[in-house]
């Protein structure tokens, strides 16, 4: 194994300091401290002249080169004179490199802690333009509805068409897996707890009415907003880094009317249904888990379920799912139409989108549940 780079000193009679060289210098080693040839420069007597002698230079990379670059930089304050002849011919045209090229000044930012009230104030315009983008986005998206109802909307019926199958047939696998565990979560969870006081029938009222009124709509919005949100966000993200929204308005589209608009009427038009095929699936989650664990028969089950159900309970989940499909094709076609110019930029897209649909989506269900209860429904 080759020795590890090392240096040191030794005091030539006419005043020279030489810096000897020594082992196979390697990134892998860690880069050599200066802080001794600063201490040696600057002790008396000082040298006037700094040579180095590189015999004993095993091998090397641009550790040596970091080494020697600093070693000159110190002479160079201490006003004291270098003599690079000792060293390799390939380690010279490499510092001779490095110092024809000075450092491009205001090249390294100065990062100076900003007081509180500065941060406060960045925070808030921060805030503040975000809520003006997010109006603008509105504005153009009633705009685009607008010109949809009066059918001079400009888009391709076909990504419709395509939209819709991805929002909603490809979808069934994850909704149908998703929707099977939260049903058999929320009867097992009742189960338990029923089955102290002998009401084990009763698991299938409470898995029918939460299935129906909230759980089915909002898991299926939430797993839309993980799966089609961010698809969303990156593919216009995609599109916006590729300047090909640019080619767009140059062409005389508006992103808004044939990107957005065919997202949001795709995914809008496909969660309810999403949402009676979730609840659907809930429910036989729930009947698993009464007929298998609770000994209860399939009739007993289904006649409870038919009895705890109501039409209002029902359309109320579908207007749920409606606007929280809603909301969730919005969040991603904001982001994606925030998205900026880097590749990067289009993996915070979709996570941003992620997160603000499910905000939205939690924020939206709180609202409802207020509404409701106040109508009574």
Do not use: N
């Amino acid at each position: 194994m080759a020795e590890s780079g090392t240096f040191s000193f030794a005091q030539a009679a006419d005043a020279t300091l030489v810096i000897r060289l020594s082992g196979s210098w390697s990134l892998k080693s860690g880069l050599s401290s200066v802080d001794e040839v600063e201490r040696r420069l600057a002790s008396a007597p000082r040298p006037l002249r700094v040579s180095f002698d590189s015999r004993g230079l095993k091998g090397w990379d641009s550790s040596v080169l970091t080494f020697l670059a600093k070693v000159t930089e110190l002479c160079r304050q201490h006003r004291i004179t270098t003599d690079q002849s000792g060293l390799p011919s390939g380690i010279r045209r490499l510092l001779d490199l490095a110092e024809a090229v000075p450092e491009r000044a205001g090249a390294r930012q100065e990062t100076a802690e900003q007081a509180l009230l500065e941060r406060i104030g960045d925070a808030t315009l921060a805030t503040a333009g975000s809520a003006l983008e997010m109006l603008a986005f509105l504005g153009e998206m009633t705009v685009a509805f607008f010109k949809l109802l009066r059918m001079r909307a400009r888009y391709r019926a076909s990504d419709l068409v395509l939209l819709i199958q991805e929002c909603g047939a490809e979808a069934l696998p994850i909704v149908t897996l998703i929707s099977f565990l939260v049903g058999v979560i929320l009867a097992f969870v009742g189960a338990v707890q029923l089955e102290k006081f002998g009401g084990q029938i009763y698991v299938a009222d409470m898995v029918a009415i939460a299935m129906m009124r909230d759980m089915g709509a909002m898991m299926t919005a939430i797993i839309m907003a993980g799966r089609t949100g961010a698809a969303f966000a990156a593919e216009i993200g995609t599109m916006k880094v590729t300047q090909e929204i640019d080619a767009l308005r140059a062409s005389g589209f508006s992103p808004m009317e044939f990107l957005v608009l065919p997202r949001v009427i795709g995914l809008t038009l496909m969660m309810p249904l999403l949402c009676l095929y979730s609840d659907f699936i809930g429910l036989l989650g729930g009947a698993a888990i009464g007929v298998g664990m609770l000994d209860l028969s399939w009739t007993t089950y289904y006649h409870e379920t038919v009895k705890a159900i109501t039409l209002t309970q029902i359309f109320g989940g579908v207007f749920k799912s409606t606007v929280y499909g809603l909301l969730v094709s919005l969040s991603g076609c904001l982001r994606g139409l925030q998205c900026g110019e880097s590749s990067s930029a289009v993996g915070d897209a979709a996570t941003s989108a992620v997160v603000t649909g499910i905000v939205a989506i939690v924020v939206a269900c709180g609202i409802f549940s207020v509404v409701f209860y106040v109508l009574g429904i």
